[in-house]
């Protein structure tokens, strides 16, 4: 009897030893709507997943251990909190404010004394060439501006360089 004992009492061991253990749960905000793309982490562990769109997360085949999670998500304060296998977690997570310095927003026009190359075009040059192109076909009498055009006829899809350098970096202001 006490071998048979003994014997139950390995088996059950190892199968406790063996056994598959999970940390599931939520992500949710202050008010309780799910947090979707939550980043969920195991600490000291490889362990990493994003929530689904409900909130959710799993974590499998763990040992039953106690482990340290870290849930952050983007505009709220990061989380760290132990917690034991084999439970339903629901973590709530609280936004975090981040105070910005003031932003001045300055812009100067080029003049005569300005270290920049610019042209002014008034409205009576614009209206005297003006065939119902597009902008760029009417700019094109300036200097160093290089204009095409997909169709060659100037409507519609147009684009021009100045000095080689593309739209993207050119700054035109326009009055």
């Known amino acids: 009897m006490r071998q048979i004992f003994i014997a139950a009492v390995m088996l059950f061991s190892a199968f406790t030893a063996f056994g598959q253990h999970t940390i599931k749960g939520k992500v949710l905000d202050e008010n309780g ?5 939550a980043t969920v982490a195991i600490e000291n562990n490889s362990q990493m997943q994003t929530s689904a769109n409900d909130g959710s997360f799993h974590f499998e085949k763990l040992k039953n251990e106690h482990y340290e999670l870290e849930i952050s998500f983007i505009g709220y304060q990061t989380l760290k909190q132990k917690v034991d296998v084999d439970r339903n977690l629901v973590i709530k997570l609280v936004q975090k404010t981040n105070s910005l310095q003031e932003v001045t927003v300055t812009s100067l026009r080029a ?8 042209t002014n075009i008034d409205k009576a040059t614009l209206s005297k060439s003006n065939l119902g192109q597009d902008i760029p076909y009417l700019l094109s009498s300036t200097p160093s501006l290089v204009v095409s055009s997909d169709g060659g006829t100037g409507i519609g899809y ?3 360089r100045i000095r080689g350098t593309d739209a993207a970096r050119i700054n035109i202001t326009i009055n």
């Open 33 to 37: 709507s799910a947090l979707a793309g």
């Open 158 to 160: 147009t684009n021009f």
């Open 111 to 118: 003049s005569d004394k300005s270290p920049i190359a610019y």
